[in-house]
């Protein structure tokens, strides 16, 4: 059953620690995606990673680290310098080097107070 | 700056209505134009798109119109369905970038 997965669906955390949210795909997909959504607005780019061991900031990467050490797997880290890090995160994947059909995982809701 | 937005926030229809969810966008440079529909506590599934050389593409129920002259984009949802209830975001995506999201249209459909 191929796919994206996240985990987990919810989280919680308290202020000013970090938090690690997972992403998997086995579509064989290079191209894997970071989006913050919150409510009422779109979807912000936080980075993104075309390749194994290569990735690149997107619109609001501050507070935000990734790493891409396999092509399955592109795990994002919310670190306590991100201000406003009560969100929706969604991960995505496509093939090729990027493009424009992306497929999304079902997101993980993060709630720090 | 570049944005890709929308013209209503929400759209109300009776089931069997056909919908039309509309989009503006700024920047002329982009090479497709996407649709994506997100239901409720889901991530977003590609509907539909468009290259920017065309200015209609029709899929199964859903027709895509691109207005280049205006930078207007919209989709049209045939004989709506209470499935089709979601948020419906477009999207502009230029070679070598990445992907652009408007903030959404929720499409409320009541039977």
């Known amino acids: 059953d191929g796919g994206i997965t996240q985990s987990p669906k919810y989280l919680f955390r308290k202020e000013g620690q970090n938090v690690t949210l997972s992403c998997e795909q086995n579509?064989?997909?290079?191209?894997m995606y970071w989006y913050r959504q919150d409510p009422g607005q779109g979807l912000r780019l936080i980075y993104y990673?075309?390749?194994?061991?290569?990735?690149q900031k997107g619109d609001i990467a501050e507070g935000y680290s990734v790493s891409r050490e396999k092509k399955e797997s592109f795990p994002l880290t919310v670190t306590s310098a991100q201000k406003n890090p009560t969100a929706f995160y969604l991960c995505?994947?496509?093939?090729?080097?990027?493009?424009?059909?992306?497929?999304f995982g079902p997101g993980t809701r993060l709630t720090v107070t | 700056g570049e944005s890709v937005g929308l013209h209503l926030p929400t759209l109300s229809v009776q089931e069997g209505d056909n919908s039309i969810i509309n989009c503006a966008y700024s920047n002329s440079a982009s090479d497709y134009f996407i649709w994506y529909k997100q239901e409720s506590g889901k991530g977003p599934q590609f509907i539909i798109d468009?290259?920017?050389?065309?200015d209609k593409r029709q899929g199964q129920r859903v027709t895509v119109l691109l207005n280049k002259t205006v930078k207007h984009l919209s989709l049209q949802i045939a004989a709506t369905q209470p499935g089709d209830s979601a948020v419906y975001f477009c999207?502009?995506?230029?070679?070598?970038?990445?992907?652009?999201f408007g903030k959404g249209t929720t499409l409320s459909v009541s039977s």
């Open positions: 990673s075309q390749i194994v061991n290569d990735f």
């Open positions: 579509l064989n997909h290079d191209a």
């Open positions: 468009i290259r920017s050389n065309m």
């Open positions: 999207a502009e995506f230029r070679e070598g970038t990445a992907l652009i």
């Open positions: 995505a994947s496509s093939p090729g080097q990027g493009g424009y059909e992306q497929y």
